[in-house]
């Protein structure tokens, strides 16, 4: 399974179909939100196999983060986050956000995600079920019985300090170390996560 | 002075000439963002005397407040959210923000300041100083001596709380009683503003 774009999957004539895929891709996502689009959908419309779909990227999470162009896919980054002791998972949580986000390429596909949610109905439905499936299930799944709106609360923790410090950029907050950040928030979101009141 | 931007101060002649200041009051601070704007710049572009804008209008934040349509002003709200018990503030805080969001007719304003903040950096710039200066400058200076980064962490809380439940409509967040997101909520903002850890 490739995980990467530029994997091995990738034959050397097959630029064009991948673009014709990925363009197709969008559409479809477009057209019926991350759940209710599929690698066979988007493969007839593209005219290709699914087989073909499947071999340049992998699962339909993979498609979306390359037909969206974002920096990184969920399955990589959610395990990551939960590997290491349960009372620091406020912090890597936090710390890997802020790493994601404080990076100039992965901003810029992030921000372009966010704005278009912010802008039309349509990109904030595939926002919610690619955050809400993708990551925040996967995260709610992983550290056990948790009401999903604490994993949400946690999420609108992070979703406000990166657009408060980097879209926004409100001072001092744009401007201060991570650590300040950090050690400010991850209480918060341990809290969230973890410390069930 | 007139706080409603329909109250007595408005004579029936004046309808050309207080949508002509509006309008200038728009560009105006598109140009030079909240801080860099003037009563006395906005009523030269307009034609008319200063005095004349700050009897339509009053403040420079309520001229703000009147050219952006937004439906309230800092110096109303502030004061309710701070008036009670301290030990509540993080409660009086939440019920306030998600009261003003759940409400249609201030929703819409708020939405569009905030997209307007998200896809352009002059929208992100007359956003930041108002919400710094009117908004959080205001309740810091309110509450005492607190680090601003703390007041912009609460801030950062709400951002993403009313993103995620009224525009992302991410579930069971954005259907859940405003009750069990105060409860949720709450203990946060009361931390970063009360307790300093």
Request: hydrophobic share 45%.
């Amino acid at each position: 399974m490739t995980v990467t774009r530029r994997g091995p999957g990738r034959p050397s004539d097959g630029g064009d179909r991948r673009a014709v895929i990925l363009t197709r891709a969008r559409e479809e996502f477009a057209d019926k939100g991350y759940a209710g689009a599929s690698l066979r959908a988007i493969a007839r419309s593209a005219g290709v196999d699914p087989a073909l779909v499947h071999h340049y990227f992998g699962t339909k999470e993979q498609v979306f983060v390359a037909a969206m162009e974002l920096p990184f896919t969920p399955a990589e980054l959610v395990p990551q986050i939960l590997d290491g002791p349960r009372d620091e998972l406020g912090e890597r949580l936090v710390r890997t956000f802020l790493g994601i986000w404080s990076h100039p390429d992965f901003r810029t596909p992030m921000l372009g995600m966010l704005r278009s949610a912010m802008t039309g109905e349509q990109g904030a439905a595939m926002l919610r079920e690619f955050v809400g499936s993708a990551l925040l299930g996967r995260i709610g799944a992983a550290i056990g019985p948790i009401d999903p709106l604490r994993v949400q609360a946690a999420a609108a923790q992070m979703v406000g300090v990166v657009i408060l410090r980097h879209v926004v950029l409100l001072e001092p907050l744009a401007s201060a170390p991570e650590d300040d950040v950090v050690a400010l928030v991850a209480p918060t979101l341990q809290r969230y996560l973890t410390s069930p009141d």
